[in-house]
C-alpha cells in the first residue's frame, strides 16, 4: 500500500526533453533535474494530450482528454465546470492545494478547485487567443519568424516572473508547508523555457555556441513535404530557411534558458531538501509540450512529432524507484491520479472513467503494451489531428489528408514516413484501431470545428478578428506582479 505523502508538482512551459542531461544531451547544463532523476524515475516516452498550453493544461487538471472537456484551443481556458480538477478532489479531503505561478486557466475566480492561488498567470482577459481560432484562414504571422531572430541575452517579465516563483515556493515550502497536520499539494508552474528567447548573459555563458548539436532536418531539402506540415511553415513565415547562423544563436538562447529554468528548479528543490521535507515529498517533473527547436524546418509546438508533442516526466520520492529509465508510454493525464495516490486522497467513483494510471504504479511494474493518445484542434492546423504511440510505432491521423507512420525503434529522428508502404500495413491498421478505440477522429474533428465557429461568430466573425491582428505573442506575466515592466 503507498504511502500518503507531500506532493510537489513542477510544471514548466515548452520544455523540450532533448535539451536535459538525463535525456541524453551532454551538452545541456541540467545539474538539478538530472539530480532528481537519479533519485527517482525518469519516463522516456512520456506525452502531453496536445502540444499546445491552455488545453493542456486543463488535460492535466481534469486528467481528461481535451476532446472530453471540450478545450480545443488557446481560447478555451479551463473554468471548472468541464470536470473536477484534481484540486476539487484534494479540497473535498481537507488536503491542502496550492498554487503558485502559471496556471492558464480563465480566472482565479472560476470554481477551478485550486482555491489558493499564488502569483498566478491566466489567459489574456480572461478569453484568450481568439485569432488562434481561424487555423487554414490565417494569414502569414510574420511575428512567429521575429521571436526566432530576436533571440538575445538580457532580462525579461518571464525571467523576473519565475525568479519571483522560485522565490515564493521556497518561503511556502519553509513556512505554511511546516504547518500543515494533512499531507499537502504544491504546484508550482513556471514559464520558462518558452518564448522570448531573451535570458541572462550567465546563462549564455554556459555554452559555446559552436557545441549545440543542430537540429535534426533542418535544412530545406529535408523537410518531409506533407500538407498540414506545410501549411504550418507558411502561416509562421518559415518557408524561407533560417541561415546556420541564426538557427545556433536561437537554439544558443533556448539551451540557456532550460539552464536558467533548472535552476529555478534547484531553488525550489533546495528549499524542500533545507525544510526537512524531503524524505516526506513525492515530486513530479513535467513540462506542458515540448518545442521544435528548428527540427524538420518548424519552431515552437503544435505538431506531431517527438519534440513537439513528448515531454520530459520525473517522479522521485517514497515508493518510486531510483536511478530508472522506463520506455512505458506515459501521458500528462496521469498526473491526476498520481496525485490523489501520493497525497492519500481516494479514488472518487466519478473519475473511474479516467483514461490516466498513476505513475508510482508506472514506475514501479512498467507496462510495454500501453498505449499513448494526443490530438490537436488549434493554431497552424486546417484540420484535426490525432496520435497514437503503440510500442515502436507513432501513427499520426490528419482528418481529410494523408495519415503518417513512424517506427520509432530504428527511426528515432522521424526521417521515414512509413504510412505508404506495404511492409507496414498491419502496423498501420493496428494504431489505427487503437486510436477509434479512444475516439472518433472524424466526429471529433466536427465537434471542434463547430464549438470554433461559435465562438469566432460570437467574437464579431472571421474579419473583425483578422482586423484586431495578432494580441498574444505569449501571455503576459501577471500585471500586480511587475507593473514596471508594461511598455
Not at 488562434?132 to 525571467?159: C, D, F, H, N
Request: glycine fraction near 6%; charged fraction near 20%; hydrophobic fraction near 35%.
Amino acid at each position: 500500500m503507498t504511502t500518503p505523502t507531500n506532493l510537489l508538482f513542477i510544471l514548466s512551459d515548452q520544455h523540450a526533453r532533448q535539451v536535459l542531461g538525463c535525456y541524453g544531451n551532454t551538452v545541456a547544463h541540467s545539474p538539478n533535474l538530472d539530480a532528481l532523476a537519479a533519485r527517482g524515475t525518469l519516463f522516456t516516452n512520456a506525452y502531453c494530450q496536445t502540444p499546445i498550453c491552455v488545453p493542456s493544461r486543463g488535460s492535466i487538471a481534469t486528467g481528461r482528454y481535451p476532446h472530453q472537456i471540450g478545450m480545443w484551443d488557446n481560447a478555451t481556458p479551463y473554468i471548472g465546470s468541464e470536470a473536477p480538477s484534481f484540486g476539487h478532489r484534494l479540497a473535498q479531503h481537507g488536503r491542502k492545494i496550492t498554487t503558485i505561478g502559471k496556471l492558464h486557466y480563465r480566472d482565479s475566480r472560476d470554481p477551478s478547485g485550486f482555491a489558493d492561488q499564488r502569483m498566478p498567470m491566466h489567459v489574456l482577459e480572461g478569453v484568450g487567443d481568439l485569432y488562434g481560432l481561424l487555423r487554414g484562414q490565417m494569414p502569414v504571422r510574420p511575428q512567429s519568424r521575429k521571436q526566432v531572430l530576436e533571440a538575445r541575452p538580457g532580462e525579461s517579465e518571464y525571467i523576473r516572473y519565475d525568479r519571483t516563483i522560485a522565490r515564493m515556493a521556497v518561503e511556502w515550502l519553509q513556512g505554511e508547508a511546516l504547518q500543515q497536520s494533512m499531507p499537502w499539494c504544491l504546484v508550482v508552474g513556471f514559464v520558462s523555457p518558452h518564448f522570448p528567447l531573451i535570458v541572462p548573459q550567465l546563462y549564455f555563458d554556459l555554452y559555446r555556441r559552436d557545441e549545440i548539436p543542430m537540429p535534426i532536418a533542418w535544412q530545406k531539402e529535408a523537410w518531409a513535404r506533407h500538407p498540414v506540415l506545410d501549411l504550418k511553415r507558411h502561416q509562421e513565415a518559415l518557408e524561407e530557411p533560417f541561415t546556420e547562423t541564426q538557427i545556433r544563436n536561437a537554439m544558443h538562447a533556448y539551451y540557456a534558458l532550460a539552464s536558467f529554468l533548472d535552476e529555478q528548479v534547484g531553488l525550489v528543490l533546495d528549499g524542500l531538501y533545507q525544510s526537512g521535507q524531503r524524505d516526506t515529498t513525492r515530486v513530479i517533473y513535467s513540462s506542458d509540450h515540448g518545442e521544435m527547436l528548428g527540427e524538420h524546418g518548424l519552431w515552437w509546438k503544435s505538431s506531431m512529432y517527438e519534440s513537439s508533442v513528448a515531454v520530459p516526466l520525473i517522479v522521485a520520492g517514497p515508493d518510486i524507484p531510483e536511478a530508472r529509465k522506463t520506455q512505458t508510454s506515459t501521458m500528462l493525464v496521469d498526473v491526476f491520479p498520481t496525485i490523489l495516490e501520493a497525497v492519500g486522497v481516494p479514488s472518487d467513483p466519478a473519475d473511474s472513467d479516467l483514461p490516466g494510471r498513476s505513475l508510482i504504479g508506472l514506475a514501479n511494474a512498467p507496462d510495454s503494451d500501453r498505449p499513448a493518445f494526443s490530438e490537436y484542434h488549434a493554431i497552424f492546423s486546417p484540420t484535426g489531428v490525432f496520435m497514437v504511440r503503440h510500442g515502436r510505432f507513432k501513427y499520426i491521423e490528419y482528418v481529410a489528408y494523408p495519415p503518417q507512420l513512424f517506427d520509432l525503434e530504428t527511426d528515432p529522428d522521424e526521417m521515414h514516413d512509413l504510412a505508404k508502404d506495404p511492409a507496414f500495413t498491419d502496423a498501420l491498421a493496428a494504431c489505427k484501431r487503437e486510436l477509434e478505440r479512444i475516439c472518433d477522429p472524424v466526429k471529433v474533428d466536427a465537434a471542434a470545428r463547430a464549438d470554433q465557429k461559435r465562438r469566432i461568430d460570437a467574437a464579431g466573425g472571421v474579419e473583425r478578428i483578422l482586423s484586431d491582428g495578432v494580441r498574444i505573442p505569449y501571455t503576459p506575466a501577471p500585471q500586480e506582479f511587475d507593473p514596471a515592466s508594461r511598455t
